[in-house]
């Protein structure tokens, strides 16, 4: 029988709010096509999804795809259809060269791999990027009118929104990668595009200059609003909630909690470990992996968030000291206290340095661990899986790697739990990095077969925002 009223049913339509607080409530595709929230914070669900550990438990075994639709469609509500999230999932995992999407690889003494480069890009990102893309394109033909994306890069993140955005109608994509500090392989992922609505620039400056100055052209509003921009860096929320789907697929796959250990730059991906857990993913710990670039290593063990130098090293993706979803964790940690967090943010970015209250950083290290290793760990922890596993891994793995070494007897001091590393990249992409560390490098794959034989297409541009202003006009106006 259906009671009247009761049907057809319609699921509540998710909401996001800022940050700091002085945004509007809005939908998902309005998230999406902004990126960043107009009073500069960021966005989160209004409320997150729930999932009881049954329905977790019930993910095991069923297709990469079906989970994150169901995961997914907690936030896609009101947005998208059930078709159209469907069919985005199924096109923007249609490239990928594991069919788990995600597999888990066991490595021995408790420990496994969660390998999320098997896209097309050969980086984690494309988990998230080739599923924003998908939706960005849906949502920009219901509107109508053009976007344009600049987006600011430590290594990855440019070759996978190129390879999720490339060739679109209506989009512009502008890369900025830190010259001289990306791999080879990195810069050639980007700059051998044959796209016409891809423009790479150089910039003569770190990926904190990057990130500082789109984080400028979107609070110059007028030029902002002239030119339709929007982010898909992790500052975008529809990255986060792709990212959620692999640490529930791993718990799922294990049967039990597990401590991730998240090779750590922006605070994106392992914020999204933060996520899955308030959406009710039974997590032991979440650990911070970082380089040399020891930001967050020092927040969550001294309590103060301060920004340095940025250090070149043997893992150029994670060469961030400002950590931009660090603002998320921030928010959650503050007991969403919009007016503290936008209080809090504005004083770092005047001072580049801000004290952790009591009850914030209790709440961070209630959840969170934090490690740093260095270029010689990172080469170690290379060798060391080499020899004990014959599997090659990348830096940026290493530094994962490196920090659950550390970790181990610290979490047998708890009751033991599985380890999982996020392996975020394939080594191919770090030849120079791999070689200093087992003698040769990595053999090289398909997709990157003849790459270096291509042309590159780049512009150089000083660390300067009214100089990058210039040149997306001018392209645009072109």
């Not at 795809?65 to 096109?91: C, H, N, P, W």
């Not at 990306?182 to 810069?187: G, I, K, N, T």
């Not at 640490?247 to 730059?265: K, S, W």
Request: proline letters at 6%; one cysteine or more; aromatic letters at 8%.
């Amino acid at each position: 029988m259906v009671w009247p009223g009761l049907w057809p049913y319609n699921p509540p339509v998710m909401q996001f709010i800022s940050t700091r607080g002085q945004a509007p409530q809005t939908s998902f595709s309005d998230v999406l096509l902004a990126g960043l929230a107009p009073d500069g914070g960021l966005y989160l669900p209004q409320s997150w999804p729930q999932f009881s550990k049954s329905e977790i438990a019930a993910f095991k075994g069923q297709r990469y795809q079906d989970v994150a639709f169901t995961i997914l469609s907690k936030f896609t509500s009101g947005s998208f259809s059930d078709a159209e999230l469907r069919e985005a999932i199924e096109a923007a995992y249609a490239d990928f060269d594991a069919p788990e999407i995600a597999p888990l690889v066991d490595i021995g003494n408790g420990q496994y791999l969660l390998e999320l480069f098997h896209g097309p890009t050969l980086a984690f990102k494309d988990i998230a990027l080739q599923i924003l893309g998908q939706l960005f394109s849906r949502a920009l033909a219901k509107r109508g009118g053009r976007a344009t994306i600049v987006a600011a890069t430590s290594g990855d993140t440019g070759s996978a929104a190129i390879a999720a955005l490339g060739g679109l109608p209506n989009i512009n994509v502008f890369v900025m990668h830190p010259k001289g500090r990306v791999s080879d392989v990195q810069r050639r992922q980007m700059t051998t595009t044959a796209h016409a609505n891809v423009h790479n620039i150089a910039l003569e400056g770190s990926f904190d200059d990057a990130q500082g100055i789109v984080k400028s052209l979107f609070s110059d509003t007028a030029f902002a609003n002239d030119i339709s921009l929007t982010a898909v860096n992790s500052i975008n929320f529809a990255r986060i909630a792709a990212q959620c789907v692999y640490y529930i697929t791993a718990t799922a796959a294990l049967g039990r909690p597990a401590t991730f250990v998240v090779p750590t730059g922006n605070f994106g991906d392992i914020f999204a470990g933060e996520a899955a857990s308030r959406m009710g993913l039974d997590v032991a710990r979440l650990v911070i992996a970082t380089n040399a670039n020891d930001i967050m290593a020092r927040a969550l063990n001294d309590g103060v968030y301060a920004a340095g130098n940025s250090h070149a090293t043997l893992s150029p993706s994670m060469d961030i000291q400002v950590a931009s979803n660090f603002e998320r964790a921030l928010f959650q940690a503050a007991g969403r206290d919009a007016d503290w967090t936008a209080a809090a943010m504005n004083d770092f970015s005047r001072s580049r340095k801000l004290e952790l209250p009591p009850g914030v950083l209790s709440d961070l290290r209630s959840r969170y661990s934090a490690f740093a290793c260095d270029d010689a760990q990172t080469r170690a922890a290379i060798a060391a899986v080499h020899k004990e596993t014959g599997r090659i891994i990348d830096p940026h793995t290493a530094v994962g790697v490196a920090a659950a070494r550390k970790l181990a007897p610290l979490n047998q001091l708890r009751a033991p739990s599985p380890v999982v590393v996020l392996s975020t990249a394939h080594p191919a992409k770090f030849p120079d990095a791999v070689a200093q560390a087992i003698g040769t490098p990595p053999s090289e794959p398909k997709r990157l077969a003849g790459m270096k034989n291509l042309p590159e297409k780049l512009k150089i541009l000083g660390n300067d925002a009214a100089l990058i202003k210039q040149f997306i006009s001018s392209r645009l106006a072109g």
